[in-house]
């Protein structure tokens, strides 16, 4: 049983920080990253949120993890230029993250996806490449298109809750899955058909 342990005002407060701490961390890297002139572009749930407060801010959903698509090439580059800015490089489980300060755990942590290179040897298409960006409040986010992709290619539960939230507020209709090769262009139809699961 879980112990309720913060009410009123408290409550609030270690919500908006939590939400607070990521949108910082998203800011810190990318315009370090920007600074040093290292091609880059915010992807996940960050960039989704990016796409879907164009659309409808009451459909925005808050997502912890920071996740940045960069070339395997600029990785010693973007290790000196994150340290700089208190990121420290690490593994973890095969996973190239960069903590958020020496105390950090994977869950204050962002998260590298390598530009051209399959996350999973299993996902269909490979990443695509970090010049495929829209400029959006100074932060490179991957383009609507390639973004789309990626949830498809990933398709997990949260992929996909982020692909029906993209088709609530109409940022992907129905029209879609023509532009799409196979397995993306069936994946996002039965997402279109049975919204509900």
Do not use: C
């Not at 997502?63 to 340290?83: A, C, K």
């Not at 692909?163 to 029209?175: A, C, K, N, P, W």
């Not at 196979?182 to 509900?196: V, W």
């Amino acid at each position: 049983m879980v112990t309720i342990r913060y009410t009123g005002d408290e409550l609030w407060e270690r919500i908006e920080r939590a939400v607070e701490k990521i949108r910082n961390r998203v800011e810190r890297v990318t315009a370090a990253l920007e600074r040093a002139g290292i091609g880059h572009a915010l992807v996940g749930g960050n960039a989704v949120q990016h796409w879907v407060a164009q659309v409808d801010e009451a459909a925005v959903r808050n997502t912890r993890d920071v996740d940045i698509l960069l070339r395997r090439e600029d990785l010693p580059r973007v290790i000196e230029v994150l340290r700089e800015a208190g990121f420290q490089f690490q593994q973890v489980s095969g996973i190239d993250l960069f903590l958020d300060g020496a105390d950090a755990t994977p869950r204050d942590a962002v998260h590298v996806v390598y530009a051209g290179e399959k996350v999973h040897p299993h996902y269909p298409i490979a990443s695509p490449d970090v010049e495929q960006y829209e400029k959006i409040r100074d932060t490179r986010t991957l383009a609507l298109e390639s973004l789309v992709r990626m949830k498809l290619n990933s398709y997990r539960r949260k992929d996909q809750v982020h692909l029906l939230d993209m088709l609530e507020v109409g940022l992907i209709d129905q029209t879609w899955p023509a532009k799409l090769p196979e397995p993306l262009r069936e994946r996002l139809q039965e997402l279109i058909d049975t919204p509900d699961g």
